[in-house]
């Protein structure tokens, strides 16, 4: 059980296009999900927290407009990156916190963002 | 905010060693510590936590201790194998499903 999914586990895209990564849990209601970013040898980064229903609550530094989050529902969340440029090529890689009071988080496969 | 340091970042050690990792977390609050094993290419995959109200904490060949007072928390991994090799972060976090602060990894070699 505990399963997360992201779609897709790679895209390459132009500079100023937009690039949507979905997050799901597959196996149970995620009432929280999170998002981190991952450069080349270095440790996860927390982007954002999003809970189902209500806006999203960025880290420091991270530009709303530009990240755009939504957790529609208690199994999907999407990470949007808007008008890519070529500094946004990374590892995006979500979370997922049960509805159950465990603390436990269920990390998806990641998603290799390649901006050209 | 919490702050999570993480020693060695890297580590080398051979087939059936043994191999320690060190964390250490600021924020007294923090109560929930995983550890995680990312292979490459791939998200962290949990292998093991511990909470704050549990001094160690034990599955098979790894292990995971906690001293509050002192706050750090260490992973241990017995007989290690080259299936073992990977990077490894340490995280600390409050309350249910909380944010974690990870530690910067720790890029783990078992040579055969």
């Known amino acids: 059980g505990a399963v997360v999914s992201q779609h897709p586990s790679r895209v390459i895209c132009k500079s100023g296009t937009s690039v949507k990564i979905e997050c799901r849990s597959l196996?149970?209601?995620?009432?929280?999900m999170f998002w981190y970013r991952q450069f080349p040898k270095q440790s996860l980064m927390l982007m954002a927290t999003?809970?189902?229903?209500?806006?999203?609550?960025?880290e420091q530094g991270v530009e709303k407009d530009k990240f755009l989050i939504n957790h529609a529902s208690l199994t999907l969340s999407t990470l949007t990156v808007t008008s890519a440029h070529p500094e946004d090529s990374s590892f995006y890689i979500c979370s997922a916190g049960g509805t159950d009071g465990s603390y436990e988080q269920y990390f998806g496969p990641g998603t290799r963002l390649t901006v050209t | 905010g919490e702050n999570v340091e993480q020693h060695p970042s890297t580590l080398s050690v051979q087939e059936g060693d043994s191999a320690v990792i060190k964390c250490t977390y600021s924020d007294s609050a923090s109560n929930y510590f995983p550890w995680y094993k990312q292979e490459l290419g791939k998200g962290p995959q949990l292998i093991i936590d511990i909470r704050s109200n549990v001094g160690e904490k034990k599955d098979q060949r790894i292990a995971v201790t906690l001293n509050k007072t002192a706050k750090h928390f260490s992973l241990h991994i017995t007989e290690t194998q080259p299936e073992d090799s990977a990077v490894y972060f340490c995280?600390?976090?409050?309350?249910?499903?909380?944010?974690?602060?990870f530690g910067d990894g720790t890029t783990l070699t078992v040579k055969p």
């Open positions: 995280a600390a976090s409050f309350a249910n499903a909380g944010k974690s602060t």
């Open positions: 196996d149970f209601q995620a009432t929280t």
């Open positions: 999003s809970n189902e229903g209500s806006k999203a609550t960025y």
